[in-house]
Nanobody, 120 residues
C-alpha cells in the first residue's frame, strides 16, 4: 500500500509564502511523475504543477513565476514553494504521484489534501 501525506498548509497573508511537502511511503519500485493540484470551494480540481522523475516541470499559467515545484527522490518527497500568494490561491492542495509497484504496473495515488488560505 502506498500513502502520500501532505503538510505545510495554513493561513497566510497576501504576498506571503508557504512551502508544501508531500512524502510517499509504502512498498513500491519507483515514483514517476508527481504533481500538485488544488480545489477551491465549489470548483473543480485543477492542475498547479507537475514534475517528472528527471526534474522536468510544468506549471499552470496562474502560478508561473510565483510557485516552484521540486522533488527529493532520496526522500520520495515533492515540494511546492509558493511565493507572492494571492487570495485566489486559497484552496485545498492535493499532491499525487504515479507509482510503479512493478516494472509493468503503475498507479496514481493522491494525498488527503492540505488547506491553504490566503487572507488578511
Amino acid at each position: 500500500q502506498v500513502q502520500l501525506v501532505e503538510s505545510g498548509g495554513g493561513l497566510v497573508q497576501p504576498g506571503g509564502s508557504l512551502r508544501l511537502s508531500c512524502a510517499a511511503s509504502g512498498s513500491f519500485l519507483s515514483i514517476n511523475a508527481m504533481g500538485w493540484y488544488r480545489q477551491a470551494a465549489g470548483k473543480q480540481r485543477d492542475l498547479v504543477a507537475t514534475i517528472t522523475s528527471r526534474g522536468s516541470t510544468n506549471y499552470a499559467d496562474s502560478v508561473k513565476g510565483r510557485f516552484t515545484i521540486s522533488r527529493d527522490n532520496t526522500k520520495n518527497t515533492v515540494y511546492l514553494q509558493m511565493n507572492s500568494l494571492k487570495p485566489e490561491d486559497t484552496a485545498v492542495y492535493y499532491c499525487n504521484g504515479v507509482v510503479s509497484s512493478t516494472l509493468f504496473a503503475a498507479k496514481t495515488y493522491w494525498g488527503q489534501g492540505t488547506q491553504v488560505t490566503v487572507s488578511s
